[in-house]
């Protein structure tokens, strides 16, 4: 008998389809690190992040039927964690002054873009400083992959609103890039 | 924001926010001056560049994610498995016409579940139920470990599957088919973002 823990993402996800909740664990034990960093990121709060996963990994066995494409599964889950993600960020407005200390995801520490060794370094330290609607945008769009529109509903603002801030997002981006090359 | 020079990049008078408005767009429709523009294309490529090394960053960052202890788990399991999908009620058939005896469809997945992943190197996918007039057709998906016999496996797997059923719940079975969805090597191959 193969084991579950070795099978591939479709398959634990149609046997999660037909309800079976021992494939379900396993797919949530392989991809919980990759949708908490992906909270983690969008909310700037590992705490936040925690629930937000748990939230959505719920949410989604309830609406397993929904999952068109079980090879995407991935997908999928992240798309429902940037949604719970973002309910939470929305939950605890208004706290804008004080977004900015807690932007620094987990444990990791401050991280320098002066000491930056590598460009993930420098590219997390200016993620890090940006203001978080600039960032939440951001992460929306390039890591969860999610159209203006997509974007506009999630936060609950304008798409005028989120081109805006995504333009000044990939301003910051570019040109902090660029000098750092 | 936007680009310091008047005449915008490579003096195409298209700025960075235009740029990466174009890019959003998937560079539809195609406007020749960015096209024809060097300048433009290479800024275009580092704000690609920028954009695929945002998802290389979130995966090192699970990578960096010290392992989840159970209790990070725990109650998130606990909730999955007390919402159990039970689906809906077969009957089974009774010799004592004052009783009405029905299993659900969750428990007889699980029965078929369990027999068809018995069988050596297979794993059982979908499986899906039928029912007419009381009798029960099984569709089942399995995935084969590479280097299995195929043919043998499916035979295997449908008789195991009707002799548990036949076991454990006393249903009136038509047919078990089986479907060969596909080889699976041992270790799990990740999806590609």
Not at chain 2, 7 to 36: F, K, M, S
Request: with cysteine; aromatic share 4%; proline share 4%.
């Amino acid at each position: 008998m193969t084991s579950l823990d070795e099978a591939p993402d479709a398959l634990l996800a149609q046997r999660s389809t037909d309800g079976d909740a021992a494939a379900f664990a396993v797919l949530v034990r392989r991809h919980a690190p990759y949708l908490l960093a992906v909270a983690t990121r969008l909310t700037g709060s590992r705490a936040d992040a925690d629930d937000a996963v748990q939230d959505a990994l719920i949410a989604a066995w309830a609406q397993l039927d929904t999952l068109q494409d079980p090879a995407k599964v991935r997908s999928w889950l992240t798309a429902i964690v940037s949604r719970k993600s973002t309910d939470r960020i929305r939950s605890r407005r208004p706290s804008s002054e004080l977004d900015d200390e807690r932007a620094e995801p987990g444990e990791r520490g401050p991280e320098q873009r002066a000491i930056a060794t590598s460009q993930l370094d420098a590219l997390a330290g200016i993620l890090s400083s940006l203001p978080e609607g600039q960032r939440q945008c951001w992460v929306l769009k390039e890591v969860s992959g999610y159209s203006y529109d997509e974007i506009a509903t999630e936060l609950g603002t304008t798409v005028p609103i989120v081109r805006g801030k995504l333009a000044r997002a990939r301003a910051t981006v570019f040109s902090e890039m660029e000098a750092w090359r | 924001m936007t680009d310091p020079s008047a005449n915008g990049i490579g003096g195409t008078g298209y700025t960075l926010e235009q740029l990466g408005e174009y890019l959003d767009a998937g560079r539809q429709p195609a406007v020749p001056a960015i096209d024809d523009s060097a300048e433009c294309q290479a800024v275009l490529a580092s704000l690609e560049r920028v954009g695929s090394l945002s998802r290389e960053l979130v995966t090192r960052d699970a990578a960096e994610i010290p392992a989840l202890d159970e209790s990070w788990f725990g109650s998130l399991l606990g909730a999955i498995t007390r919402e159990v999908k039970a689906g809906r009620d077969i009957p089974l058939a009774s010799s004592d016409p004052r009783t009405h005896l029905s299993i659900t469809e969750g428990a007889i997945r699980e029965v078929v579940r369990a027999a068809g992943d018995s069988v050596e190197g297979v794993l059982v996918g979908r499986c899906g139920l039928h029912e007419t007039d009381g009798a029960v057709r099984v569709e089942l998906s399995i995935s084969v470990l590479l280097g299995t016999p195929v043919r043998q496996a499916a035979e295997a797997v449908r008789q195991a599957v009707y002799s548990e059923l036949l076991k454990h719940t006393e249903l009136a079975i038509d047919a078990v088919d089986v479907t060969v969805l596909d080889v699976h090597i041992v270790a799990w191959e990740g999806e590609q973002p």
